[in-house]
């Protein structure tokens, strides 16, 4: 069971426009959420969180939406850059440590 | 600052064969959770150890059992090992009960069984 889904396997934007990847959940019991970033050989690192208190979080280039009433969180990178391209996958949490992560949306950044 | 280091970076086995994976968390971190991560899949949620017992357990048999140590180090094995147990498995530590203290992840180890 599915309980965290990110639709777009892959995106891919031009340098230096928006990126918008999105995720759905299903469990209303989730409270946290957060992204992180993989690149190939690493394991993934936390790149920012919102708790479901809030409906938005902004960290520099980084910014995410949470949409509580449609299940729906999304991340804004702006301005896009090719070192942003790896993969993302985001996460969801309802107890305490145990997340919940999506399948991954693949970013390529064109130069 | 060491962050989390896991070791093998690699393992074959064959089918049937047992496996231990071990996982040093970050520095000031007393928790350590395990991920299955299957080719195309995110990471998902096998268990979490905490003062050296299993504190929480995502839906995976019993095949899969782990340990904690008293300096916070963790062990994951896995018995009887089936072709679809190949997967990336990543350690991840964080610290309780600072919930705004992040999952820090290893960069795993690549399971393949034959």
């Known amino acids: 069971d599915q309980q965290v889904k990110q639709n777009s396997p892959s995106l891919s934007v031009q340098e230096g426009r928006i990126s918008i990847l999105n995720c759905d959940y299903t469990n209303s019991m989730f409270d946290y959420f957060l992204w992180y970033k993989k690149y190939p050989a690493e394991g993934p690192t936390f790149l920012i969180s919102?708790?479901?208190?809030?409906d938005k979080n902004e960290d520099g280039r980084f910014t995410v939406f949470l949409n509580k009433s449609a299940k729906h969180l999304s991340l804004h990178i702006v301005p896009s850059q090719p070192g942003d391209s790896a993969v993302y996958f985001c996460?969801?949490?309802?107890?305490?440590?145990?997340?919940?992560f999506g399948s991954g949306t693949k970013l390529n950044v064109k130069p | 600052d060491a962050g989390v280091t896991q070791s093998p970076t690699h393992l074959i086995k064959t089918r049937g064969q047992q496996v231990t994976l071990r996982c040093s968390p970050k520095s000031g971190h007393d928790t350590v959770s395990w991920y299955q991560q299957a080719l195309g899949q995110g990471p998902q949620f096998i268990f979490q150890y905490y003062e050296e017992e299993e504190r929480q357990r995502g839906n995976f048999p019993d095949r899969f059992s782990g340990h904690q140590f008293p300096n916070y180090s963790s062990e994951l094995n896995v018995n009887a090992l089936l072709l679809g147990d190949s997967a990336l498995y990543l350690c991840a530590s964080s610290r309780t009960p600072d919930r705004d203290e992040k999952l820090f992840f290893g960069s795993g180890t690549q399971l393949s069984v034959l």
């Open positions: 996460a969801a949490e309802n107890n305490f440590n145990k997340f919940y």
């Open positions: 919102i708790s479901s208190i809030k």
